[in-house]
């Protein structure tokens, strides 16, 4: 969640390559070669080298310079099971950590930048490090696109948040404002009206993108008040948001909007660059997993968490994806992987 309480962060990554990243490499020279090789270090690839370190796969996790992912931004969580008093999102993911390295997970905190998909073992490159493996799960998450004024950014994590299914609880009793013109900036503010005494809508067009259905709801919804037209020009408050500006992008003018609490819901940005060219994405970005399982368009690799969820974006949900994708992955190795030579299946990206 999003007011900090001074809770002491747990120290689990390093923003810089680790010196271990740089050292992996066999005595023989030869790339490291892994069972399992994992990318990202948040709920769902740290759940997914749990299940793959106690089933003995020994994976390697390649987690990102953003180590732990989302959480780690966050100071209470109060709706992950199992800790009835809430948990700070660093506290939280550093046991994450924890108990994947008990059971032997190797977890390096570097970025992939570039991967070779086309031929079996599957190669990844990271901070100038080859690593190789006979299965792959991509759980790099997603990142909440933001307004990227100064005010925005001191506030995140007192009153300001980008998700209301984390956070609303927080807000109750307050006024409240939303930002976006889509569907998920609607259910965001029909959502927050269980908590907040009114809700208002800041969208910077003068009609919504949304669909017809969502623009009805939150219109006639006795909560909701609309401000189209207007673009917020700065987040008001010193140690806690107590307003905001809004500048009207039709015509000149301004006006301050005392709130409580403000949520942006301009969008997400999937973190999948670096596989871009081998596994498909919709038309969002998002990429795409075969049915009702975790596999990708190739045999061997597996997607988890809000790289592709952009439903849910929960840390339970996150976390439930990585513990499916170490399953599917370790089920696909005792059949069909780790032998093969032959290319990687591209029938389906092709
Ligand atoms: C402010 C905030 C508050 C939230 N509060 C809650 C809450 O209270 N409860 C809740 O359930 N959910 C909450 N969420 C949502 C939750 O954080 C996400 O749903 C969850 O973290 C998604 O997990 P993930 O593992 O899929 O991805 P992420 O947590 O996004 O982790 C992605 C990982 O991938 C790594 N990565 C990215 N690119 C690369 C690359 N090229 N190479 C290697 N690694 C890479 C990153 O370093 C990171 O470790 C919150 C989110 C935010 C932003």
Redesign the pocket.
Known sequence: ??MFTGLAPIQI?VAEPSTNSTSNASASGEPEHARVVI????????TAAIYAARANLSPVV??????????M??S?????PGFPDGIG?PELMGLFRTQAERFGARVL?????RVDFGSRPFRLW?AGVEYRADAVIV??????LWLGIESETRL??HGV???A???GFFFRDKEIAVVGGGDTALEEALYLTRFATKVHIVHRRGSFRASKIMIARASEHPKIELHLNRTVAEVVGQDRVEAVQLSRTDEPGEETLPIGGLFIAIGHRP?G??FREWLPSDETGYLTVDGETTESAIDGIFI????H?HR????????G??ARAAIDAERWLETAGAVSDEPATLAAVL
Request: hydrophobic share 35%; glycine share 20%; with cysteine.
């Open positions: 969640m999003t990554g990318v990202g270090s948040g709920p769902a690839g740290l390649l987690g990102g310079y953003e180590a732990g992912g989302q959480l931004t966050t209470e969580i109060e709706n992950y999102g905190d570097v970025d992939v930048d990271a759980a790099t998450g997603a990142s909440a995140r994590g948040s980008a998700c299914t984390c956070d973190n660059g670096a988890a968490g809000d790289l969820d849910y974006r929960q840390a339970i949900t996150a976390a994806e990585g």
